[in-house]
């Protein structure tokens, strides 16, 4: 599924989702964005609303209208001067928007530096899902912006509703299960016996029993289709006709259920690092794992050409050899990592080196001294790859949700009436208490939207059947992630189907892929190009995860479009 899969540029704030070494959170990540079926093999079934909502406009609804008139408090927040903060009101369910629950999800902005240019608005969605938005802006994220859109557009971005300090939160924590036997590392990289199985299996049911004890109420209603109608009310109170918007890995899942639900209502549409919603669970699972296994490769080929000096070995069959030495001997017994009593075993390292793949420029340098770190025995350095940037996230997440606080002491909005007491166990009662929301929910987001959007299999054994084929594939990338999705295999499937996009009239929206794309691949890119009418596709002729914010000649054509609306043509690529 997704989590890995949502690396923004080098130059802005890291995702959450390139967080832990743990290879169930690495393989999750692999297929989540995607639309996927119960089964393969079977023609796609077209998508619950076709495009059927943009027949009908929602702010006319009688029991819509107080969602899209309502009007956002701004307030300074963050440390710049020009971010501000709002609080925007959604239902929980818009199935029954009149039952009084909903979600409250933050709201940040950068306003245009010329006002009396300013054309609107510009939504961001830096992916996940699990990526708290807000946080994003004030982090700065415009001042990196190309001059023309930063003096066209406000920059917005939001939380997306049960996402870091969405009013209530998604959590999985669960008091009950520490100390609980988990599958050993060997099994979660392939499970081969009836006994690894056993034991992958549970581990994946406890936590998806987890995820439904702590917040089953919100479950049902955190899909991306939803998320997309969120996006919609967002752009209403914002004051923007029509959309434009840029969505980096998971966002353009989130721009793409947006195009067809609102395809009249999309001005200009960027889906960077593109997730094709054509694709089954195998298809999505077999592709990224392939992926990541390219780009591991692809590191030892280009480490030289890169880095230099730094590289732990001398050719491409020395970092390959040094690599597969690693992995093999933490299948044996982990490496020491200073205080840490588990140590670094072989699951830590290929997801250390997967989360590694995202921004060359920027993490291969520091990979590298990992490794030749770890060869000599000592494994903190890798091992830290996957935690580099918890710290700061959870910071990070912490102020957003200190920022909402306030912010939902001061409102005094109307349409802000959540009511959330049928998430929490009565005075009095024998009901277990809810665990709190930590710092940090992104985990928690990537399950729960990964396990709405996408239907899995209900059998066991159709994972078992899919190993063989990943392992052909990918190797221990392609086994784990297999042996990762079976926490959806009991969860309760939202509206979505695998299907082609069905977005008539949409105007055209540009994709970026990108050739060495290891949690998007570059054939998704094309793949979803080809499925928006009028699609444009711009190549970035490189290794990593995205393009725009990484590359001048991406940034020059995505920047174009978003201000001018001027296309670009067939065959566009970008080099290095």
């Known amino acids: 599924m997704y989590r890995l899969a949502n690396r923004r540029p080098v ?39 076709s495009g059927k909502a943009s027949a009908a406009d929602p702010a006319a609804r009688p029991d819509l209208r107080r969602f899209y008139g309502q009007k956002l408090v701004w307030r300074p927040c963050g440390d710049q001067d020009t971010v501000q903060c709002a609080s925007l009101t959604v239902p929980r369910d818009y199935a029954h928007p009149g039952d009084g629950r ?16 300013r054309k609107g608005s510009v939504v961001l969605n830096p992916g996940g899902p699990g990526e708290p938005g807000a946080q994003l802006v004030k982090d700065g994220v415009a ?35 520490e100390g609980e036997a988990r599958a050993s590392a060997e099994a979660a990289l392939h499970p081969r016996t009836a006994a690894d199985r056993a034991a992958v299996l549970a581990d994946a049911r406890a936590t998806a029993d987890a995820c439904r004890r702590a917040s089953g109420p919100l479950l049902p209603h955190v899909g991306t289709v939803d998320a997309a109608r969120d996006l919609d009310v967002l752009r209403a109170v914002l004051g923007d006709r029509k959309l434009t918007y840029v969505g980096w890995s998971y966002g353009t899942s989130l721009g793409t259920s947006y195009a067809e639900q609102f395809p009249g209502r999309v001005r200009a549409m960027v889906l960077d690092g593109a997730v094709d919603p054509s694709l089954d669970w195998r298809q999505r699972m077999l592709g990224q794992s392939a992926g990541f296994r390219d780009a591991v490769d692809a590191y030892a080929e280009s480490c030289a050409d890169t880095i230099g000096e730094s590289c732990p070995g001398g050719t491409p069959e020395e970092i390959r050899a040094l690599i597969d ?152 990338y392609g086994t784990s992630s297999v042996a990762s999705e079976l926490v959806c295999e009991d969860w309760p499937s939202g509206p979505e189907r695998p299907h082609r996009v069905h977005a008539p009239g949409v105007p055209p929206v540009l994709v970026v892929g990108t050739a060495g794309d290891p949690a998007t691949p570059y ?53 290095p």
């Open 143 to 177: 001042d990196t912006l190309g001059r023309g859109v930063r003096e066209r557009f406000d920059v917005v971005s939001f939380d997306p509703r049960g996402v870091g300090g969405s009013k209530p939160a998604l959590t999985c924590a669960d008091p009950d299960d």
């Open 102 to 117: 909903t979600f409250v999800l933050p709201v940040a902005r950068a306003a245009t530096a010329l006002p009396a240019e």
């Open 11 to 49: 130059h802005r704030r890291r995702p959450a989702e390139r967080r832990r070494p743990a290879l169930a959170v690495l393989a999750l990540a692999v297929i989540g964005t995607s639309s996927l079926s119960a089964c393969s093999g079977t023609a796609p079934a077209r998508p619950a609303h």
């Open 325 to 476: 030495r690693l992995v093999e001997r933490t299948r044996r017994e982990p490496l020491p990592v200073d205080e840490s009593d588990e140590g670094l075993d072989a699951a830590g390292v290929v997801g250390a080196l997967s989360m590694a793949m995202y921004t060359p420029e920027a993490q291969w340098e520091g990979l590298s001294e990992a490794l030749r770190a770890a060869d000599e025995g000592d494994g903190t350095k890798l091992a830290a790859l996957g935690e580099e940037s918890t710290e700061e996230d959870t910071e990070d997440t912490q102020d957003a949700q200190d920022t909402q606080d306030t912010q939902d002491t001061d409102d005094t909005d109307d349409t802000d009436d959540t009511d959330d007491t049928d998430d929490e166990a009565p005075a009095g009662s024998d009901a277990p208490a809810v665990p709190a929301v930590p710092e940090d929910n992104s985990e928690a987001a990537l399950i729960a939207v990964n396990c709405l959007d996408v239907p899995h299999p209900r059998d066991p054994q159709a994972y078992w059947d899919a190993l063989a084929p990943a392992e052909k594939a990918a190797g221990v």
């Open 523 to 575: 054939a998704e890119a094309v793949g979803l190009a080809g499925q928006f009418p009028g699609g444009m596709l711009l190549s970035f002729e490189a290794d990593g995860h995205t393009g725009y914010g990484r590359n001048a000649c991406v940034d020059r054509k995505v920047e174009a479009y978003l201000t001018d609306l001027t296309p670009v043509a067939p065959g566009t690529t970008c080099e």
